[in-house]
């Protein structure tokens, strides 16, 4: 039978070493992609008295990229976008709740450890695996009356034939909507996360390079050896009805003066609370704003649109890091 686009789908298991595959035994939720073959392949240029050549070809190195289109964020998968991009840790329950607690640094002064991942991907024709997957971007982005959208780039090795992996755990998993999601600024010697701005966060975009780049050697291989962290860009563009709050914040920018910036993504709540009631996935970003947009009209409304950068800054002694609550107690996955 051919291709069908409903018998799509995606898995992935947690690689044990680094480019050894394992089997994907649990199942992406969400609208997938196959996966692309990133092999270059030289024409060699001769002349041999033939006006179309010889038609010798050579291939100069092999990779393997899927990209992961809109998707419903949810606070479980997350995890693992968090985990093959910034950090892989160990989360920690919140206290006596039933909330467990996973923070994500960006590097600062040395690179960090990332999980690398095996992805199956295809339909009811064809599926491809790759393997030492990592993410080199992710965008996660949200608007009023909307769920709040993940989108992700994976890149592997190589792209070569499979077969999904027998019997995956599909997980169960909920969603993050826009209208949940809080906005908080301080100044850069407060307190992240400690003054709500209220009545105007009316959308963003959180744009991420998490820095990492394969790195190609002579080592008897086509493939990429490892990975390399070259250097983080986060940025978010943030849409704030034009009201005093926006105009503080413009007049930062103008000033260049540093703020902590967080916005909040807030879920259903959790089973059992201490510091923490409810899913969250908190954005928390140290940074200046690069830009703020004109007047710009949505349903009527004036808007302003600023676009904050996180870096580091050695006021609170800290950069950009994303704070996700769940209730696993551990990031799902084989092998752990």
Sequence with gaps: MPGIRKLRQMQFGREATAGTAVACER??????????????????????????????????SEGAQLSIPDTRFNFLQFLHICEMGIKTVSPSQDGTGSGYVSTYPFPTTSANTIKTYTIEAGNNQDVDEMEYTFCPEFTVSGNPNEGVSLS??????QRTDASFTADPT??????????KSEL????IGGTMGNTQVTGTFMGFTINVNTGLQPVFTGDGQLYF??????????TADIAFRHNSDADTEDGNWLSQTARQVEIKLVGPALETSDTYSYYCARFQLVG???????LEDRDGNDVLVG???GAYDAT????????????????????S
């Design 27 to 60: 199942v992406w939720r969400g609208p997938v992609n196959s996966i692309e073959a990133l092999d270059e392949i030289e024409f060699v240029e001769e002349d041999l008295a033939n006006y179309g050549g010889a038609n010798r070809t050579c291939k100069l």
């Design 152 to 157: 992700a780039l994976l890149r592997g090795r």
């Design 170 to 179: 599909t997980p169960s998993v909920n969603c993050a909507v826009f209208n």
């Design 184 to 187: 908080y600024i301080d100044a």
């Design 225 to 234: 050896y490892d990975t390399s962290q070259v250097g983080w860009v986060v």
């Design 288 to 294: 200046k704003w690069q830009n703020f947009s004109t």
């Design 307 to 309: 676009t904050f950068r």
């Design 316 to 335: 609170p002694d800290a950069g950009p890091q994303i704070i996700v609550v769940q209730e696993e107690s551990s990031v799902p996955g084989t092998p």
